[in-house]
């Protein structure tokens, strides 16, 4: 019997692959052809989707965008035994776009059925979990630390250190939330994540909950991902069938209950005080801090608040110990970060690799160029609410003190390329924009800030380029920069700086209009 396997993430779905799966059975019966189709999720080449692969005894053969009308043909070519097409790409795992990645984080995804205990079972699932309960919870937070995992949401805050924190409160009840509101734009690896391998994130959320004695999680999703609340509700399911979750995990003394909620589309909940209150069920506005989520968190009581990818990274720490993942990176930025590549790029997909690669080698190496075929301009890396950095920035490591040093941000590591016919003052206008639309508006730098800052671009745009009006861009954009509550109206000044300093031609300015923004954002 020959494996086939078609996808089952959205991007795959949105370009036909259940019609294209129902297709490949129906064809494979009408020729009487014994074939086991599996719904595998992505393996993060995108550009390829959907990617219909087939187990051979050379390895698993890719055939390429393939779309229903192509069915016939590909049996005809006997695709069934990795038969020559115009589809076909080989072995898939050959393919260099992935072969030259450090996949440890999506080791599994796009290889696995998403859904199957057996298959991630069979590939190191659970080997994390089954340390971290044979470890005292003081050591597993000092492991933490010493592999080096920063949260891979955007602040890159040490985990280890916010898990230890949880450890040591005291209190009768803490939690274990996951922010999985991934609303950047150019970012889909939560996404792939809970997809395409939803039990590393299970076992990930349970490993934090056993070591710092949390009993209770949620996943918090964005509405906007149905087909992710759907698969990690059916795994959680299954995880709980399977005795991973409940009053005794895997028969331990450990209790854990795991819960998915929906977010309701605000982007600011991606803040995480935001999201406890959206959480509880109120409006999602941002607290202010002091106290920290890790002391008075989810209704007030000890919470460690992780993104998707810090989690489901946890469990190859805690299976291959804390100095393999450390060995990844560079400076302070240990182990690996999948960068998601989007916008204007010819081949568009996931990449993860060891901090230290350069968005050079991320746009032309793997990115193959523009998808226009015009030379690229920029690229916002970070999210919105990133900087736009020019190519004399390009061959900066991507590591996150190198990148602050000069204004800029790693964030979620999405990139969105620009081609030369992009005007980056629109751009940085839309950025205000956005943040006024976004903002929860409890406080003034980011509320009104924004609203100003539309206009005063919008002066800048239609003539008004004296220096007084540029200055008092630059000063709203400090103020915004230092009085803002939270990154929401903190980092709006990025992108609208980094435009300013690096393509003044696009606001109709001439000579040195540049600041000393790369000194003042690292300061911030």
Same mark, same amino acid.
């Given at each position: 019997?020959?494996?086939?396997?078609?996808?089952?993430?959205?991007?795959?779905?949105?370009?036909?692959?259940?019609?294209?799966?129902?297709?490949?059975?129906?064809?494979?019966?009408?020729?009487?052809?014994?074939?086991?189709?599996?719904?595998?999720?992505?393996?993060?080449?995108?550009?390829?989707?959907?990617?219909?692969?087939?187990?051979?005894?050379?390895?698993?053969?890719?055939?390429?965008?393939?779309?229903?009308?192509?069915?016939?043909?590909?049996?005809?070519?006997?695709?069934?035994?990795?038969?020559?097409?115009?589809?076909?790409?080989?072995?898939?795992?050959?393919?260099?776009?992935?072969?030259?990645?450090?996949?440890?984080?999506?080791?599994?995804?796009?290889?696995?059925?998403?859904?199957?205990?057996?298959?991630?079972?069979?590939?190191?699932?659970?080997?994390?979990?089954?340390?971290?309960?044979?470890?005292?919870?003081?050591?597993?937070?000092?492991?933490?630390?010493?592999?080096?995992?920063?949260?891979?949401?955007?602040?890159?805050?040490?985990?280890?250190?916010?898990?230890?924190?949880?450890?040591?409160?005291?209190?009768?009840?803490?939690?274990?939330?996951?922010?999985?509101?991934?609303?950047?734009?150019?970012?889909?690896? #939560?996404?792939?994540?809970?997809?395409?391998?939803?039990?590393?994130?299970?076992?990930?959320?349970?490993?934090?909950?056993?070591?710092?004695?949390?009993?209770?999680?949620?996943?918090?999703?964005?509405?906007?991902?149905?087909?992710?609340?759907?698969?990690?509700?059916?795994?959680?399911?299954?995880?709980?069938?399977?005795?991973?979750?409940?009053?005794?995990?895997?028969?331990?003394?450990?209790?854990?209950?795991?819960?998915?909620?929906?977010?309701?589309?605000?982007?600011?909940?991606?803040?995480?005080? &935001?999201?406890?209150?959206?959480?509880?069920?109120?409006?999602?506005?941002?607290?202010?801090?002091?106290?920290?989520?890790?002391?008075?968190? *989810?209704?007030?009581?000890?919470?460690?608040?992780?993104?998707?990818?810090?989690?489901?990274?946890?469990?190859?720490?805690?299976?291959?110990?804390?100095?393999?993942?450390?060995?990844?990176?560079?400076?302070?930025?240990?182990?690996?970060?999948?960068?998601?590549? &989007?916008?204007?790029?010819?081949?568009?997909? *996931?990449?993860?690799?060891?901090?230290?690669?350069?968005?050079?080698? *991320?746009?032309?190496?793997?990115?193959?160029?523009?998808?226009?075929?015009?030379?690229?301009? &920029?690229?916002?890396?970070?999210?919105?609410?990133?900087?736009?950095?020019?190519?004399?920035?390009? #061959?900066?490591?991507?590591?996150?003190?190198?990148?602050?040093?000069?204004?800029?941000?790693?964030?979620?590591?999405?990139?969105?390329?620009?081609?030369?016919?992009?005007?980056?003052?629109?751009?940085?206008?839309?950025?205000?924009?956005?943040?006024?639309?976004?903002?929860?508006?409890?406080?003034?730098?980011?509320?009104?800030?924004?609203?100003?800052?539309?206009?005063?671009?919008?002066?800048?745009?239609?003539?008004?380029?004296?220096?007084?009006?540029?200055?008092?861009?630059?000063?709203?954009? !400090?103020?915004?920069?230092?009085?803002?509550?939270?990154?929401?109206?903190?980092?709006?000044?990025?992108?609208?700086?980094?435009?300013? !300093?690096?393509?003044?031609?696009?606001?109709?300015?001439?000579?040195?209009?540049?600041? #000393?923004?790369?000194?003042?954002?690292?300061?911030?």
């Amino acid at each position: 019997m020959t494996r086939i396997y078609v996808p089952r993430d959205s991007s795959a779905l949105a370009l036909g692959a259940d019609a294209l799966a129902e297709a490949i059975a129906t064809e494979a019966t009408r020729r009487g052809i014994d074939i086991e189709l599996v719904r595998n999720g992505s393996r993060g080449l995108l550009w390829l989707e959907p990617l219909v692969e087939v187990a051979t005894p050379e390895g698993r053969i890719g055939y390429a965008n393939v779309e229903t009308q192509d069915v016939a043909a590909l049996f005809d070519a006997g695709f069934v035994d990795g038969g020559e097409h115009a589809r076909r790409v080989g072995v898939v795992d050959e393919i260099p776009y992935l072969k030259k990645q450090q996949r440890l984080t999506f080791a599994r995804i796009g290889i696995t059925d998403p859904l199957s205990i057996d298959d991630y079972l069979a590939n190191g699932g659970l080997d994390g979990l089954r340390a971290a309960l044979q470890t005292d919870g003081d050591a597993a937070c000092a492991a933490l630390i010493e592999s080096g995992l920063r949260g891979r949401g955007g602040a890159a805050f040490p985990a280890g250190i916010k898990w230890r924190t949880v450890r040591g409160a005291k209190a009768a009840q803490k939690y274990i939330v996951c922010n999985a509101d991934e609303g950047d734009s150019g970012t889909f690896s #939560d996404r792939l994540v809970m997809e395409s391998d939803p039990y590393m994130l299970i076992e990930g959320m349970i490993i934090a909950g056993v070591v710092t004695g949390a009993t209770v999680g949620y996943i918090y999703v964005r509405s906007e991902y149905p087909h992710s609340i759907a698969t990690l509700e059916a795994a959680i399911a299954h995880a709980r069938k399977a005795g991973w979750l409940g009053d005794s995990v895997l028969s331990s003394t450990h209790r854990f209950e795991l819960f998915v909620a929906k977010g309701a589309g605000s982007y600011v909940c991606g803040e995480e005080t &935001a999201l406890l209150e959206s959480l509880e069920g109120k409006r999602g506005i941002v607290r202010a801090k002091p106290p920290v989520p890790a002391l008075a968190g *989810l209704y007030g009581q000890p919470t460690v608040i992780n993104n998707v990818i810090t989690l489901a990274t946890v469990p190859i720490i805690f299976a291959r110990g804390a100095a393999f993942y450390q060995n990844f990176g560079m400076g302070r930025s240990r182990g690996t970060l999948p960068f998601q590549l &989007a916008g204007n790029i010819r081949r568009g997909g *996931l990449v993860e690799l060891a901090f230290g690669v350069t968005l050079r080698e *991320l746009l032309e190496d793997y990115g193959g160029g523009t998808a226009s075929g015009r030379p690229a301009r &920029a690229v916002q890396v970070g999210g919105p609410l990133g900087t736009y950095l020019p190519q004399s920035q390009w #061959d900066i490591p991507m590591d996150y003190e190198a990148y602050a040093a000069v204004g800029a941000v790693i964030g979620h590591g999405g990139l969105v390329v620009h081609d030369d016919t992009s005007n980056l003052a629109e751009l940085a206008q839309y950025a205000m924009h956005f943040c006024a639309l976004e903002s929860c508006g409890k406080c003034t730098p980011c509320r009104i800030g924004s609203t100003r800052g539309v206009e005063v671009i919008a002066r800048i745009r239609n003539g008004d380029t004296s220096t007084r009006q540029v200055q008092l861009l630059r000063d709203l954009c !400090d103020t915004m920069v230092s009085g803002s509550l939270c990154a929401m109206g903190g980092m709006t000044p990025y992108p609208v700086l980094s435009a300013l !300093d690096h393509f003044p031609e696009d606001f109709g300015l001439a000579g040195d209009h540049t600041a #000393d923004h790369a000194t003042k954002a690292a300061a911030a």
